[in-house]
């Protein structure tokens, strides 16, 4: 996800090289830059409010996943995250995520003004060629994306006050950080020629890492895991729900990876905006019937919460390059996606990590082989998209294991053992979404 006006060059020099003659788009497929500017912009926007409908997704996911007695605290740790992420991306991590390195610079980090400054009233710069207000929207609902990772796997077993600290810290610095060494034009980006198209490694990946530090030191749930090694299986609240949740995610991404195409002035953009939904569309399907048939072989029964990760793993995987892929190849790494969440589900019961949703191994294990990926089907290496994981995982897991820590040893993460039985919906705010069942 570059700038509009670097891509567009990038697009224009690669269809000079590569086209045919017979296939070069007539003058008349041109329109005037004010027009540019107005598509532009329209696709940040409708972008941006797909992106800002899978905070719905997340929650709507998150309430069915977890028990009865904790759907409201989920409720509001969404919400909260949401706006949280907004403001900070707003004050200062907007900033961090594109400092205006120079060209070619090797910048690991930078800042630029804050906060962010978006156009006066009626004002328009149409040599940007596209709204700046429009560009701030659709790259802070990424920024809350990320969040809405960390609050799946630690579910159940945090406190609302720390968590939304966490939520600050990583919001308004731990992944502006890693933004800015790609799209933000910095390290990854002019030194390894990392590509990350819509944000496998830069959202997904980055959510995870911060998810399984603190699944770690936080530690699991109460009662999950049994002295014997027996795993507890704590069912989900609403199954109906879960799925809704998925469906909505899965509606929200085709404005996560369709927008990043950032530019739809040329009828190439547009083409390309439509083969982006459709390559988005079949890594899900891909993935969905794998985890289907899998379950069934392995456990002889399908697993409607594996099928449900297994349509967000395929959508992750192909994050990171939805365009250069043929449809195959799109069905293929959307699969792959969904045996990575049949296999590593029941891997991190093994090392006793507490994973309520199983974001882990969706945004994390299948960002990082959809991210591998892009050297088979984009135009990057293996080296270089190996060093951005790399990276993004030392960045992450060290910045997020210490406010995690931090927390845990000043102002406390847990509730107590008591609270955490009863319900965090009766312990943290009072307000319980089943107030008829009995809290289990």
């Given at each position: 996800?570059?700038?509009?006006?670097l891509?567009?060059?990038?697009?224009?020099a690669?269809?000079?090289?590569?086209?045919?003659?017979?296939?070069?788009a007539?003058?008349?497929?041109?329109?005037?830059?004010?027009?540019?500017?107005?598509?532009?912009?329209?696709?940040?926007?409708?972008?941006?409010?797909?992106?800002?409908?899978?905070?719905?997704?997340?929650?709507?996911?998150?309430?069915?996943?977890?028990?009865?007695?904790?759907?409201?605290?989920?409720?509001?740790?969404?919400?909260?995250?949401?706006?949280?992420?907004g403001?900070?991306?707003?004050?200062?991590?907007?900033?961090?995520?594109?400092?205006?390195?120079?060209?070619?610079?090797?910048?690991?980090?930078?800042?630029?003004?804050?906060?962010?400054?978006?156009?006066?009233?009626?004002?328009?710069?149409?040599?940007?060629?596209y709204?700046?207000?429009?560009d701030?929207?659709?790259?802070?609902?990424?920024?809350?994306?990320?969040?809405s990772?960390?609050?799946?796997?630690?579910?159940?077993?945090?406190?609302?006050?720390?968590?939304?600290?966490?939520?600050?810290?990583?919001?308004?610095?731990i992944?502006?950080?890693?933004?800015?060494?790609?799209?933000?034009?910095?390290?990854?980006?002019?030194?390894?020629?990392?590509?990350?198209?819509?944000?496998?490694?830069?959202v997904?990946?980055?959510?995870?890492?911060?998810?399984?530090?603190?699944?770690?030191?936080?530690?699991?749930?109460?009662?999950?895991?049994?002295?014997?090694g027996?795993?507890?299986?704590?069912?989900g609240?609403?199954i109906?729900?879960?799925?809704?949740?998925?469906?909505?995610?899965?509606?929200?991404?085709?404005?996560?990876?369709?927008?990043?195409?950032?530019?739809?002035?040329?009828?190439g953009?547009?083409?390309?905006?439509?083969?982006?939904?459709?390559?988005?569309n079949?890594a899900?399907?891909?993935?969905v019937?794998?985890?289907?048939?899998l379950?069934?072989?392995?456990?002889k029964?399908?697993?409607?919460?594996?099928?449900l990760n297994?349509?967000?793993?395929?959508?992750?995987?192909?994050t990171?390059?939805?365009?250069?892929?043929?449809?195959?190849?799109?069905?293929?790494?959307?699969?792959?996606?969904?045996?990575?969440?049949?296999?590593?589900?029941?891997?991190?019961?093994?090392?006793?990590i507490?994973?309520?949703?199983?974001?882990?191994?969706?945004?994390?294990?299948?960002?990082?082989?959809?991210?591998?990926?892009v050297?088979?089907?984009?135009?990057?290496?293996?080296?270089?998209?190996?060093?951005?994981?790399?990276?993004?995982?030392?960045?992450?897991?060290?910045?997020?294991?210490?406010?995690?820590?931090?927390?845990?040893?000043?102002?406390?993460?847990?509730?107590?053992?008591?609270?955490?039985?009863?319900?965090?919906?009766?312990?943290?705010?009072?307000?319980?979404?089943?107030?008829?069942?009995?809290?289990?």
């Amino acid at each position: 996800m570059k700038q509009p006006l670097l891509k567009g060059a990038a697009l224009i020099a690669g269809a000079t090289l590569f086209a045919q003659p017979a296939l070069a788009a007539p003058a008349a497929d041109a329109v005037s830059p004010g027009t540019a500017y107005i598509l532009n912009t329209l696709l940040f926007l409708i972008g941006g409010f797909l992106v800002m409908w899978m905070a719905a997704g997340f929650a709507m996911l998150e309430a069915g996943l977890v028990r009865a007695k904790n759907t409201s605290t989920q409720c509001i740790k969404n919400i909260g995250l949401y706006s949280i992420a907004g403001l900070m991306f707003w004050v200062i991590g907007y900033s961090i995520a594109y400092p205006g390195f120079a060209e070619g610079s090797l910048g690991l980090f930078g800042i630029a003004d804050f906060p962010y400054a978006m156009q006066g009233v009626g004002a328009a710069d149409t040599d940007t060629g596209y709204s700046v207000a429009s560009d701030w929207f659709f790259q802070m609902v990424f920024c809350a994306t990320t969040a809405s990772i960390v609050s799946g796997t630690v579910a159940e077993r945090v406190k609302i006050v720390p968590f939304f600290i966490f939520v600050t810290v990583l919001t308004a610095i731990i992944y502006p950080v890693v933004v800015s060494w790609e799209w933000g034009g910095g390290y990854l980006d002019s030194a390894w020629g990392f590509s990350d198209f819509a944000g496998s490694t830069l959202v997904h990946s980055t959510g995870g890492w911060a998810a399984l530090v603190g699944a770690i030191i936080i530690g699991a749930r109460t009662g999950r895991y049994g002295a014997d090694g027996k795993v507890n299986v704590f069912p989900g609240s609403n199954i109906p729900l879960a799925t809704l949740g998925t469906f909505i995610l899965w509606l929200g991404w085709f404005g996560f990876n369709g927008a990043s195409q950032l530019a739809m002035g040329t009828v190439g953009d547009v083409s390309d905006v439509s083969k982006i939904f459709v390559n988005t569309n079949m890594a899900a399907a891909g993935g969905v019937v794998v985890t289907i048939i899998l379950t069934q072989v392995l456990y002889k029964k399908a697993d409607v919460t594996m099928a449900l990760n297994g349509a967000l793993a395929g959508l992750v995987s192909i994050t990171a390059e939805p365009l250069a892929p043929s449809v195959g190849q799109s069905i293929l790494i959307g699969g792959i996606g969904g045996v990575i969440v049949v296999f590593t589900v029941p891997l991190l019961d093994k090392f006793k990590i507490d994973d309520v949703v199983g974001a882990i191994p969706v945004h994390l294990f299948a960002g990082i082989w959809g991210t591998l990926i892009v050297a088979w089907t984009g135009d990057a290496t293996f080296v270089g998209q190996l060093v951005g994981v790399l990276l993004t995982m030392v960045w992450v897991s060290a910045a997020s294991a210490v406010v995690w820590l931090a927390l845990k040893y000043t102002i406390g993460v847990r509730p107590s053992e008591e609270e955490e039985v009863s319900g965090l919906d009766h312990a943290e705010i009072g307000v319980e979404a089943y107030p008829e069942f009995a809290r289990t």
